[in-house]
C-alpha cells in the first residue's frame, strides 16, 4: 500500500505545482475560453489544464514502463508504447480543439486510431467465447468513454471530479482481487487519481481554470483504458457477470451521454450541438445549487463503484439481476430529468436561458470567487433558470 500512496502523493504535488504555471500560459498565449452565449464566465477563462494533468501523470507513466512492472502483471513495452501514443494524441488533439475548434470527425478519427492502437497492443476486452466481438466492443468502449468524458466536462469540477472518483473505484478493483496481479492497473489508477485531485483543487467551483478539450478528451481515454486493463477473470464469479463490472463503474458519463443524445434525438436537435441539458443542469433545475449538483454525481459515482465492487462476488443470477435493476433505475432517473426539463422551458427553443443584463447593470465575472457558492443559481427570463459554463457538448 506504502508504493501506492507514494504514487498517488506524486502526481498530486505534480498537479499542484503544475496547473498555476499552466494558467499563466494559456493567458499568455491566449489560448482561452471566451465569454458569450452560452457561457456564464464574464471574462476569458485560461484552458491548458488538461496539459498540466497529462504532464503531472505521464511523467509516472513513462517511469513505470521504463522499469517494464514489478510484479505478476507485468504490461509488455507495446502495451505502454499504445497507451502513451494514443494518450498524448488525445491531449494533442484537444489542445488544436480548444485553440481552433477542429471539425468532430476529424477529432472522431484521432479517438479511433487511439483505440485501434489499444487493440493491436492487445488491450481490450477479452470475450472468451465469442473472440470476434473483441475488436469491435472494445473500439466502441474507448470512442464511446473517451466522448462521455469530453460531455461530461460541463460544470467546474464535474469530468475531473467524477474520473478522480473512477480511477479510485478500478484501484479498489484491482487491490480485491486475488493474487495481487493488478498491480499495474492499481498504479496507474493511484497516478491519475491523484493528477485528477490536484488539478481539482483549481476546478472546482468556481473554477480558476479549465481543463478544455485535451483534459477531458485525454482523461476519458485514460479511464477507458483502466476499463480495458482491469483483468475481472481472476474473481471467482463468471465472465459473464464480469464484463459488466467496468460499464457500472464508469455508469455516470454513460448515463450523462445517453441521456444528452436521446433527449436531443427527440426534440430534433443534433447530439453534436452544444446545451444546457445535462444531467447536472437538470439537478440545478431541480433546486440544487452548482456545487450540490456537482456533489450529487460524484456521490452517484462512488455508488456505482459499490455496485460494481459487488457485482465481482455475485453469482449469475444475482449480478444480472443487479445490472438489470440498474437499467431500470437508470431509465427512470433518465424520464424525471427529461419531464423536468421539457417542464421548465419556454414554449419556443429547448436552451436554458441567459439572461441579457440590463442597461448599466455591472457584469458580474463567474470567474471570480463568489462569497457564496448559492449565488451561482439565479432566475433569469421566463422563469428558467440559469446555471454556470456549458462545453461545446
Not at 253 to 265: A, E
Given at each position: 500500500m506504502t508504493r501506492y500512496l507514494v504514487?498517488?502523493?506524486?502526481?498530486?504535488?505534480?498537479?499542484?505545482?503544475?496547473?498555476?504555471?499552466?494558467?499563466?500560459?494559456?493567458?499568455?498565449?491566449?489560448?482561452?475560453?471566451?465569454?458569450?452565449?452560452?457561457?456564464?464566465?464574464?471574462?476569458?477563462m485560461p484552458y491548458l489544464g488538461g496539459l498540466a494533468i497529462y504532464l503531472a501523470f505521464m511523467v509516472f507513466l513513462l517511469g513505470l514502463f521504463a522499469r517494464n512492472g514489478t510484479g505478476t502483471d507485468t504490461t509488455p513495452l507495446l502495451q505502454g508504447v499504445a497507451i502513451v501514443v494514443g494518450a498524448t494524441l488525445m491531449v494533442a488533439l484537444g489542445l488544436v480543439d480548444d485553440r481552433f475548434a477542429l471539425p468532430?470527425?476529424?477529432?472522431?478519427?484521432?479517438?479511433?486510431?487511439?483505440?485501434?492502437?489499444?487493440?493491436?497492443?492487445?488491450?481490450?476486452?477479452?470475450?472468451?467465447?465469442?473472440?470476434?466481438?473483441?475488436?469491435?466492443?472494445?473500439?466502441?468502449?474507448?470512442?464511446?468513454?473517451?466522448?462521455?468524458?469530453?460531455?461530461?466536462?460541463?460544470?467546474?469540477?464535474?469530468?475531473?471530479?467524477?474520473?478522480?472518483?473512477?480511477?479510485l473505484n478500478f484501484f479498489a478493483l484491482a487491490l480485491l482481487q486475488p493474487g495481487n496481479k493488478q498491480v499495474i492497473v492499481a498504479t496507474m489508477a493511484a497516478a491519475l487519481?491523484?493528477?485528477?485531485?490536484?488539478?481539482?483543487?483549481?476546478?472546482?467551483?468556481?473554477?480558476?481554470?479549465?481543463?478544455?478539450?485535451?483534459?477531458?478528451?485525454?482523461?476519458?481515454?485514460?479511464?477507458?483504458?483502466?476499463?480495458?486493463?482491469?483483468?475481472?477473470?481472476?474473481?471467482a464469479n463468471l465472465h459473464a457477470v464480469n464484463f459488466f463490472v467496468p460499464i457500472v463503474v464508469l455508469g455516470v458519463?454513460?448515463?450523462?451521454?445517453?441521456?444528452?443524445?436521446?433527449?436531443?434525438?427527440?426534440?430534433?436537435?443534433?447530439?453534436?450541438?452544444?446545451?444546457?441539458?445535462?444531467?447536472s443542469h437538470r439537478l440545478v433545475l431541480l433546486g440544487l445549487t452548482v456545487r450540490e449538483a456537482v456533489m450529487a454525481v460524484y456521490i452517484a459515482g462512488f455508488g456505482l463503484g459499490l455496485c460494481g465492487?459487488?457485482?465481482?462476488?455475485?453469482?449469475?443470477?444475482?449480478?444480472?439481476?443487479?445490472?438489470?435493476?440498474?437499467?431500470?433505475?437508470?431509465?427512470?432517473?433518465?424520464y424525471k430529468l427529461e419531464q423536468v426539463y421539457r417542464s421548465r422551458q419556454p414554449a419556443a427553443g429547448h436552451q436554458l436561458a441567459v439572461p441579457t443584463p440590463m442597461a448599466?447593470?455591472?457584469?458580474?465575472?463567474?470567474?471570480?470567487?463568489?462569497?457564496?457558492?448559492?449565488?451561482?443559481?439565479?432566475?433569469g427570463a421566463a422563469g428558467a433558470v440559469t446555471v454556470p459554463r456549458t462545453k461545446k457538448g
Amino acid at each position: 500500500m506504502t508504493r501506492y500512496l507514494v504514487v498517488f502523493s506524486i502526481a498530486l504535488i505534480g498537479a499542484l505545482a503544475v496547473t498555476p504555471l499552466a494558467r499563466r500560459a494559456a493567458l499568455r498565449f491566449g489560448i482561452v475560453d471566451n465569454p458569450g452565449g452560452r457561457k456564464a464566465h464574464a471574462a476569458p477563462m485560461p484552458y491548458l489544464g488538461g496539459l498540466a494533468i497529462y504532464l503531472a501523470f505521464m511523467v509516472f507513466l513513462l517511469g513505470l514502463f521504463a522499469r517494464n512492472g514489478t510484479g505478476t502483471d507485468t504490461t509488455p513495452l507495446l502495451q505502454g508504447v499504445a497507451i502513451v501514443v494514443g494518450a498524448t494524441l488525445m491531449v494533442a488533439l484537444g489542445l488544436v480543439d480548444d485553440r481552433f475548434a477542429l471539425p468532430p470527425l476529424i477529432k472522431l478519427a484521432g479517438q479511433f486510431i487511439a483505440a485501434v492502437l489499444l487493440f493491436v497492443a492487445g488491450v481490450h476486452f477479452h470475450f472468451n467465447h465469442f473472440p470476434m466481438l473483441d475488436a469491435p466492443v472494445s473500439v466502441l468502449f474507448v470512442l464511446g468513454i473517451t466522448n462521455a468524458f469530453n460531455l461530461l466536462d460541463n460544470m467546474d469540477g464535474l469530468s475531473v471530479g467524477t474520473a478522480a472518483i473512477g480511477c479510485l473505484n478500478f484501484f479498489a478493483l484491482a487491490l480485491l482481487q486475488p493474487g495481487n496481479k493488478q498491480v499495474i492497473v492499481a498504479t496507474m489508477a493511484a497516478a491519475l487519481a491523484g493528477a485528477c485531485l490536484g488539478f481539482l483543487y483549481y476546478n472546482f467551483n468556481p473554477a480558476r481554470i479549465f481543463m478544455g478539450d485535451a483534459g477531458s478528451l485525454f482523461l476519458g481515454f485514460m479511464l477507458a483504458v483502466l476499463g480495458l486493463k482491469i483483468n475481472m477473470n481472476g474473481f471467482a464469479n463468471l465472465h459473464a457477470v464480469n464484463f459488466f463490472v467496468p460499464i457500472v463503474v464508469l455508469g455516470v458519463p454513460i448515463f450523462d451521454t445517453s441521456l444528452v443524445v436521446v433527449s436531443r434525438l427527440r426534440r430534433g436537435v443534433s447530439p453534436a450541438q452544444g446545451g444546457r441539458d445535462h444531467t447536472s443542469h437538470r439537478l440545478v433545475l431541480l433546486g440544487l445549487t452548482v456545487r450540490e449538483a456537482v456533489m450529487a454525481v460524484y456521490i452517484a459515482g462512488f455508488g456505482l463503484g459499490l455496485c460494481g465492487i459487488l457485482l465481482t462476488v455475485a453469482r449469475l443470477t444475482g449480478g444480472l439481476t443487479m445490472v438489470g435493476l440498474l437499467v431500470a433505475l437508470g431509465l427512470a432517473i433518465g424520464y424525471k430529468l427529461e419531464q423536468v426539463y421539457r417542464s421548465r422551458q419556454p414554449a419556443a427553443g429547448h436552451q436554458l436561458a441567459v439572461p441579457t443584463p440590463m442597461a448599466g447593470a455591472p457584469v458580474r465575472n463567474m470567474a471570480t470567487r463568489p462569497r457564496d457558492p448559492r449565488a451561482t443559481r439565479t432566475t433569469g427570463a421566463a422563469g428558467a433558470v440559469t446555471v454556470p459554463r456549458t462545453k461545446k457538448g
